[in-house]
Nanobody
Framework: QVELVGSGGGLVQAGESLRLSCVAS????????WGWYRQPPGQTRVLVAT???????KYVDSVRGRFTISRDAAEKTVYLQMDSLNSEDTAKYYC???????????WGQGTQVTVSS
């Protein structure tokens, strides 16, 4: 079992930055990939970025160059640094962990990001 608690969302103006955090607890040694997803109002949840235990990060095209995913293993925390935010980034953001032993995905509770133009 893996527990995730996301935080750091808020209301910002276009062009500003936010950093989301996701603190993990439980059987995190079995997690091999960490990710951030987002769900805009009225839309489905979609992938934003992932990072594996080797530090390899991947991004969807819409955020590449503006967002940075990172992981602090000692702090058991995954971050999403979001720069140059725009109104299309408005969504509820969820952290995610893929737990290899049971091939399960675990989710945080979500944190709202709202960007005003």
């Amino acid at each position: 079992q893996v527990e995730l608690v996301g935080s750091g969302g808020g209301l910002v103006q276009a062009g500003e930055s936010l950093r989301l955090s996701c603190v993990a607890s439980g059987s995190i040694t079995g997690v091999i990939v960490w990710g951030w997803y987002r769900q805009p109002p009225g839309q489905t949840r979609v992938l934003v970025a992932t990072i594996d235990n080797g530090g390899t990060a991947k991004y969807v095209d819409s955020v590449r160059g503006r967002f940075t995913i990172s992981r602090d293993a000692a702090e058991k925390t995954v971050y999403l640094q979001m720069d140059s935010l725009n109104s299309e980034d408005t969504a509820k953001y969820y952290c995610n962990a893929y737990y290899a032993p049971s091939k399960r995905y675990f989710w945080g509770q979500g944190t709202q990001v709202t960007v005003s133009s």
